[in-house]
């Protein structure tokens, strides 16, 4: 699976903070006819108890596809092909994900791990009311009246600071605006106390004002339930808000995982510099005189991964590019502990 | 909701305007003199005239739409050239096997294409998917009548499971004409199925793809009630949709069927009444037939509310 | 999973290349195509005169003399099959031409013309109301039963179908921005009718076009069954199911040939119509 020879893999995190999620050598393909497209392919993360990890990356990088995978909600022509995805239960027990059957996967999923999405307009039932959706979630995994999961779900809309809860359990979600929809969709997620949330992209499709609301509530409710986050994005701005670690992912693999502040402060691979040079930034684009610099993007774009080039995926718009780029896919190496790159130069970056 | 349902009721009251309308031109493009074709070829051309009269013939057009209108607001559909009694009760009279005809038959087609829609799309692309595809398409090609005799010939000459024809005499209990119904309902009903399985299978393909479904998987849920509680509920709208409209295609089929079973239900009074031209007949079935599919679709359109709770806002 | 149609000079290639890819529509295509080629040149293909009697042949089992039997006058079935098929399939393609051509210039100018539309729309609405065989057997009760009415009548039935499919897609098409342009050029509305319009809506037409055919052969068949179609002296494969059934259980062969042959026509008009759909929407995903 991994060179023998390179430097240890997912560096172990401080032993004072306890793990919620690690994922090793995580690969999910996709076969679509006879073509097979590997959109995760051996990806290493670590989930830090009580902390979020942002996992960042462009459209395509497989960021959504990981989450999806520790799920198991992956369309039919999906498979995970390869990996392990330990998972520490409520119980203490610990569980491989990606083996666990269909059972013990229906009891975690909402119970144990819960997913928003990024498309809060269409991501609930039409056909039912607010409350219905959420009574419902609580009823699957607890055995509870429903007037008590009722009163359960108009503290979790109080919780997401909806206002008039009580009536609110009685709306359609056609009735309410995006940023409503997915205070609901975190209530919901949130209903039965889950160690582990998955954020896929949830502010993307939102209005920045909203974004910046949404991305408080979770930041305030993390702190209140002490519960661990896994926050896909693609937009660095918000992965500087609330992540405590990052991880960036370029064509199925992870290229760099570090605490946040190491990150942007000294990242240790092209990409990553790379994406943190795209932000603009008004004091930086400027020279002396006051005009205005060229922004620096990244040329080329992303290989398809129906088609992964023999070594470095990046090779071809990095600017560091050597022979053995091209030759062998750099390992995962660890520069300092809790920081990792996936770069053959990465002194040089 | 209100407008909702205002706007459907009077969009159902200018199509049924337009039907009666529809109804007067065929009755009325036939060519000959219906007085002529009442009385028979011994009339005296006087006979004829006063006939004519009697029957308001020699009004202008717009005249004889406006009495027409009016006895149908009225309720009264003429009288039966040659069953010597009004329409109306010729109509009704017949209704009842092809009620259950009808009822029957949507009922085994529903209970045959439903689950077999919801199935084949789940599976998509599987063998039973393809298979059922197929099938629906051959049974969709299969003329009715011919159905209606092979079945006859298998289940009722050469097995004896079922009568042959006919619906019972007038002692029989409704159970024993249930009995007479079902390999009408049969033929009926395997036709039917097939549009009805398109539908189902089209409408949750469609529903499976949605956004909400991921959602109950995330929470937990098991497949089965996430197919019957979150996907079908939400197909379920285009599929009442068809249904309505197999309706009408079970009228249709209803004629063909009654004639070959010997049912005496209304599309056996149709075809023996177009057979003898006895035009009141066919002015009334048209009408009550059309009618009918009319407000059977404005119920579909109502039961959108109570499924639907983004019609009633 | 897009579709490219080879260059002119390559047709014939690109066209079997699709047909490769959709069996379905091939296969529909290849049967259909046999039915219309064993029915046109029915002169070629009969092994005897379907016309001729033959007391001493009468009710004779499929077999190698005769590959569908003989009916009830020695007349070999499969002869009057496949002349019955010329009748019964002219039927259905007259009347799905009637349709069509009424049924596109009707949608068009209810698409078109906004004040029109207010009636044609209702009409179409309450056409739609008649179920298709009653509205026929009326149709042809007014007007006499003969090949001619059937063709009409069941034209006039399936009009309105066709109708609302024109109307509906004009309704789009009209608000595209190179329809606006053309107007706003000043080209006269029946060259942008023409022209614009109606060439986008050719795949349309033709895929539900398909359907009226198959729709219509089966309204025939039932037609001709009643007894208020065609003459029973002309036969069609309504008359030879219906000759037929006074024999059911002594020679089935005369009924069920017919009726097979009714099935497949209508079969592998249905596949070829889903087949071109599929073909021509380029929204829908075969995979996935």
């Known amino acids: 699976m991994t060179q023998m020879n390179a430097e240890p893999m997912n560096p172990v995190p401080a032993s004072s903070d306890a793990v919620t999620l690690k994922v090793t050598g995580l690969r999910t393909h996709f076969r679509i006819g006879s073509t097979i497209a590997k959109a995760v392919d051996d990806v290493d993360l670590t989930v830090r108890q009580g902390k979020t990890l942002a996992v960042v990356g462009e459209s395509g990088s497989g960021k959504s596809v990981t989450s999806l995978s520790i799920m198991r909600l992956l369309a039919p022509s999906a498979r995970i092909i390869d990996g392990t995805m330990t998972f520490k239960r409520r119980d203490g027990s610990v569980v491989d994900l990606a083996r666990a059957n269909n059972r013990v996967m229906r009891k975690i999923r909402g119970g144990e791990i819960a997913m928003i999405f990024q498309e809060p307009m269409t991501s609930l039932n039409p056909l039912y009311t607010v409350g219905d959706q959420i009574i419902e979630m609580i009823r699957l995994h607890e055995t509870i009246s429903r007037a008590d999961a009722r009163s359960r779900a108009r503290r979790m809309l109080e919780l997401v600071e909806i206002a008039s809860p009580e009536q609110r359990l009685d709306d359609y979600p056609h009735s309410m605006s995006g940023g409503m929809r997915q205070r609901v969709m975190i209530a919901l997620a949130l209903a039965c106390d889950p160690f582990l949330l998955i954020a896929d992209e949830p502010t993307t499709a939102l209005d920045v004002t909203i974004q910046a609301q949404i991305l408080e509530l979770l930041r305030r409710l993390q702190h209140e339930m002490g519960m661990s986050i896994l926050f896909v994005t693609h937009n660095l701005g918000v992965v500087a808000e609330i992540a405590d670690d990052v991880a960036v992912m370029y064509a199925g693999k992870v290229v760099e995982q570090a605490p946040v502040r190491s990150l942007f402060k000294m990242p240790r691979h092209p990409y990553t510099k790379g994406l943190i040079a795209c932000i603009p930034d008004p004091a930086r684009d400027r020279d002396e005189t006051g005009r205005r610099r060229p922004l620096s993007p990244i040329p080329g774009s992303v290989p398809s991964v129906t088609n992964l080039p023999r070594g470095c995926a990046y090779a071809d718009r990095c600017p560091l590019t050597v022979d053995k780029c091209r030759v062998e896919s750099p390992p995962l190496i660890a520069v300092e502990t809790l920081h990792s790159t996936r770069c053959w130069r990465h002194e040089d970056v | 909701m209100a407008s909702y349902v205002l706007k459907r009721f009077t969009g159902m009251i200018v199509v049924l305007f337009v039907v009666a309308t529809i109804v007067f031109v065929i009755v009325r493009i036939a060519p000959g003199d219906p007085a002529a074709v009442m009385l028979g070829p011994d009339a005296t051309p006087s006979d004829i005239a006063a006939l004519r009269d009697r029957l308001g013939l020699n009004q202008p057009l717009l005249v004889q739409f406006g009495v027409y209108l009016g006895q149908i607001l009225t309720g009264d559909l003429g009288d039966s050239i040659f069953l010597n009694m009004p329409v109306l009760t010729a109509l009704g009279q017949r209704a009842e096997p092809t009620f259950f005809l009808t009822l029957f038959s949507i009922l085994i087609a529903t209970v045959i294409a439903l689950p077999i829609g919801i199935l084949s799309a789940y599976h998509r692309g599987s063998l039973f998917d393809q298979a059922s595809t197929t099938l629906a398409m051959f049974a969709a090609s299969v003329p009715s009548f011919w159905l209606a005799l092979i079945l006859i010939q298998v289940f009722a000459v050469r097995l004896g499971w079922f009568p042959v024809a006919g619906y019972g005499g007038p002692d029989t209990t409704l159970l024993e004409r249930l009995h007479h119904l079902v390999l009408p309902a049969v033929t009926l009903g395997v036709v039917s199925s097939a549009l009805i399985l398109r539908f189902t299978r089209a409408s949750m393909l469609d529903v499976l793809d949605d956004d909400y479904i991921r959602t109950a998987r995330s929470k937990g849920m098991a497949e089965t009630p996430v197919i019957l509680k979150h996907a079908f509920k939400n197909a379920l709208i285009p599929i009442l949709t068809v249904i309505g409209i197999t309706a009408a295609l079970l009228i249709s089929g209803a004629i063909v069927t009654e004639t070959v079973f010997g049912l005496p239900g209304v599309g056996n009074l149709v075809v023996s009444a177009v057979m003898r031209r006895d035009y009141p007949v066919i002015q009334g079935a048209l009408l009550v037939v059309a009618a009918l599919y009319v407000l059977i679709n404005f119920a579909i359109d109502m039961l959108y509310l109570v499924i639907d709770p983004r019609v009633r806002f | ?288």
């Open chain 3, 1 to 288: 999973m897009a579709v490219s149609v080879a260059a002119r000079s390559t047709r014939t290639a690109g066209i079997a290349k699709i047909l490769r890819e959709r069996k379905p529509l091939a296969l529909g295509a290849a049967l259909l195509l046999i039915i219309v080629v064993l029915c046109v040149f029915a002169p070629l293909f009969a092994p005897y005169d379907p016309n001729k009697l033959s007391i001493a042949n009468r009710l004779i089992a499929p077999g190698a003399d005769h590959l569908f039997g003989t009916d009830e006058f020695g007349r070999d079935v499969f002869a009057r099959a496949i002349y019955a098929g010329r009748t019964s399939l002219m039927i259905g393609a007259a009347a799905t031409i009637f349709a069509s051509v009424i049924g596109i210039a009707l949608g068009l100018v209810a698409g078109f013309f906004r004040r029109t539309d207010v009636v044609i729309a209702r009409v179409i609405d309450a056409m739609m109301a008649f179920p298709d065989i009653l509205l026929a057997i009326a149709l042809v009760a007014a007007l006499g039963p003969s090949a001619a009415t059937v063709i009409v009548a069941l034209g006039i039935v399936y009009t309105p179908r066709l109708a609302r499919i024109v109307r509906a897609s004009t309704f789009v098409i009209r608000e595209l921005p190179y329809v606006e342009a053309a107007r706003a050029l000043g080209v006269p509305t029946w060259r942008i009718l023409y022209r614009h319009v109606l060439r986008n809506l050719l795949s349309v037409i033709m895929v539900q076009a398909t359907f009226i055919f198959a729709y219509a052969m089966l309204a025939e068949a039932s037609l001709t069954f009643l007894g208020v179609g065609v003459s029973p002296d002309i036969p069609t494969w309504g008359t030879m199911i219906s000759a037929g059934r006074q024999y059911v259980g002594q020679a089935d062969w005369m009924t069920v040939f017919p009726g097979l042959a009714i099935i497949l026509s209508v079969m592998s008009l249905q596949l070829v119509g889903d087949g071109l759909r599929d073909l021509l929407d380029p929204r829908l995903r075969k995979d996935l």
